[in-house]
């Protein structure tokens, strides 16, 4: 292998930016040309490429987002648009792939490996971390520590207003960066899609505490928590927001809705988060190198291994219920 390309796909995440560097320094170590492409899989199929130097990922780690420019490109949901993409890459005689992005991105590069051939690594970054095969994605810590920041802020107007506020984070489908949050945040209640708590015992843990003459709550809501609620997000408004009014119902409490929305993908990412995108993004360049494709790299109990991204794509990463529980009692 003389030449790989690199790029990022689907939704940004802190620590995109370290994994690029990685890959592209470790190729380079190894004597590999490298190329970056533009808008992920956009700019694989006009070609959208420019050669890198260890010079072109200069002070880029400490910023989030990615350089590289993400996309969503529906031309590569299709055959034609995949084999376009393949064409460009063998135009320039680029025999590997490292695509940095999420379950999507895995997805459209798993197909065009197994319809055009093309060699690929792939590296997890999301701030959900909703995949199996790694117990941390690239972007989780950061999304994790800016929830608890604005957690802290909010609780500041929350506790000399003595309010409840529902504050919705991101997750369509994932609940975990919501449980993980409110857990390190103390949150009072967490509402998340895998779990049934309804908004009834939300409402009677609200009224215990008030009781007690506590009426300042946080109450996280993960956005694809539906609970009871039947809404269509296109068309309604947000659940947080018809949980905020039951609850004021409910409990006749001074009560506040944030969406926290995508400033929960921004930021400088974490030590935690460039040094696991740095472990991972060098370790994707070395998988490549020995042959290896269709794998994803991940951390798993703090040691770096790669799995099948055909095992990840057919998995599902199951929740720790546990450590909801754990909220639940220390929450009291
Ligand atoms: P993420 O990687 O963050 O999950 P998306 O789900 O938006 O983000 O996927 C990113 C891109 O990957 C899509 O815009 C599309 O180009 C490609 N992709 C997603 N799913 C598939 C699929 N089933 N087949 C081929 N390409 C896909």
């Known amino acids: ?56 990922v200069s002070d880029i780690m400490q910023k989030g987002g990615t350089f590289l420019l993400s996309a969503r490109c529906d ?18 005689s680029i025999e590997g792939l490292i695509v940095i992005g999420g379950d999507g991105s895995l997805r459209g590069a798993e197909s065009l490996y197994r319809e055009q051939g093309i060699a690929y690594i792939s590296v997890p970054g999301t701030i959900d971390n909703d995949l199996p095969g790694t117990d941390y994605t690239i972007g989780f810590d950061t999304a994790m520590n800016t929830i608890i920041e604005a957690i802290n802020k909010v609780r500041d107007t929350a506790t000399s207003h003595e309010r409840t506020f529902i504050i919705e984070t991101m997750g369509r489908t ?32 609200l009224i215990e505490r008030q009781k007690h003459g506590r009426l300042h709550n946080i109450v996280l809501v993960a956005e694809g928590y539906k609970g009871n609620f039947r809404t269509n997000r296109d068309l309604t408004e947000s659940t947080a927001f018809l949980i905020g009014k039951e609850i004021a119902r409910k409990t006749g409490q001074d009560t506040r809705v944030i969406i926290l929305g995508h400033l929960q993908r921004g930021g400088s990412p974490t030590a935690m988060d460039r040094i696991l995108a740095s472990k991972l993004g060098a370790k994707a360049v070395e998988l490549l190198l020995d042959g290896k494709s269709s794998r994803m790299v991940g951390i798993v109990g703090n040691k770096i291994q790669d799995s099948s991204v055909e095992d990840i794509l057919n998995g599902k990463k199951e929740i720790d219920l546990d450590l909801y529980k754990l909220n639940e009692v220390l929450s009291i």
């Open 75 to 92: 031309e590569f949901l299709e055959p034609e648009g995949r084999k376009k993409a393949a064409d460009q890459l063998k135009k320039h």
């Open 174 to 205: 994932s609940g975990y960066l919501t449980m993980m949050a409110g857990l390190a945040s103390g949150a009072d209640a967490v509402l998340i899609p895998e779990n049934k708590a309804d908004i009834e015992e939300v409402c009677q843990i």
């Open 1 to 56: 292998m003389k030449k790989i390309a690199v790029l990022t796909s689907g939704g940004d995440a802190p620590g995109m930016n370290a994994a690029i560097r990685a890959a592209v320094r470790t190729a380079i170590y190894n004597g590999l040309e490298v190329v970056g492409v533009r808008r992920g899989f956009a700019g694989l199929i006009e070609g959208d490429f420019f050669l890198m130097e260890t010079g072109s």
